[in-house]
């Protein structure tokens, strides 16, 4: 079976940066996603890491520990449009499949 | 664009009632899923499917069917609807392979009373 734990909510500023946690365990291991959920909408994705390490995608960044079983999503320069859910998700080993925590819900305060 | 429609948005039935909930999806995904989004749970896994007549059972499928008739759509009947049902439903597609993301559809939001 998988675990998945995140904070449950976070408070940050506009313009601060904010990092959510995630911690998992998994049989086995085939990258962690990230997804972003604004408030009555669907997901979308944001991030994809399988190897240890920090991936940068503009004002976003994900980072994996393989080891550890742990990875953060860091997000600079807040804008209130980041007031959003952020779900943590790991792909089963045999397909494409996800297992969710569930979420951390990111309010950007003026 | 490719896109994936759930419809409707949002039913309200009866409790023993039987519903069906759409999913099509354009981008000629083999991979579809169906998920229930509640509260203090986070998105759980019904019903996945890897191709044309292939469906398989996720972690809470009791209640729920799903048909694969072709690659486009994955339909999500709930048998005999129930309170405990009352929930938001995603469906989503993805290619094959493990590193591929999910594409999500808006979501139907579902009450059963």
């Known amino acids: 079976g998988q675990n998945i734990d995140q904070p449950t909510e976070m408070t940050a500023t506009e313009g601060a940066i904010v990092q959510i946690n995630c911690t998992y365990q998994?049989?086995?291991?085939?990258?962690l996603f990230w997804y972003q959920q604004h408030a009555g909408e669907a997901p979308t994705f944001l991030s994809y890491n399988v190897l240890d390490g920090l991936e940068e995608k503009g004002r976003f960044s994900s980072f994996l520990s393989r080891s550890k079983g742990y990875s953060y999503l860091l997000l600079k320069e807040l804008q209130m449009k980041d007031s959003a859910s952020y779900l943590c998700a790991v792909p089963n080993t045999n397909a494409g499949k996800s297992t969710f925590g569930d979420g951390t819900t990111l309010t950007v305060k003026p | 664009d490719a896109e994936i429609t759930q419809s409707p948005r949002h039913k309200i039935t009866e409790t023993g009632r039987q519903v069906t909930l759409a999913c099509h999806q354009t981008?000629?995904?083999?991979?579809m899923f169906w998920y229930r989004q509640d509260l203090g749970h986070g998105l759980r896994l019904i019903h996945y499917s890897y191709g044309v007549h292939d469906t398989n059972k996720g972690e809470v499928s009791d209640g729920y069917s799903v048909s694969r008739s072709n690659t486009e759509d994955l339909p999500l009947t709930l048998e005999s609807a129930a309170s405990s049902q009352t929930s938001v439903y995603f469906c989503?597609?993805?290619?094959?392979?493990?590193?591929?993301?999910?594409?999500f559809g808006n979501g139907t939001r579902l009450t059963v009373t």
């Open positions: 998994t049989s086995g291991f085939n990258g």
């Open positions: 989503a597609s993805s290619v094959s392979g493990d590193n591929s993301p999910l594409h």
């Open positions: 981008w000629n995904h083999n991979n």
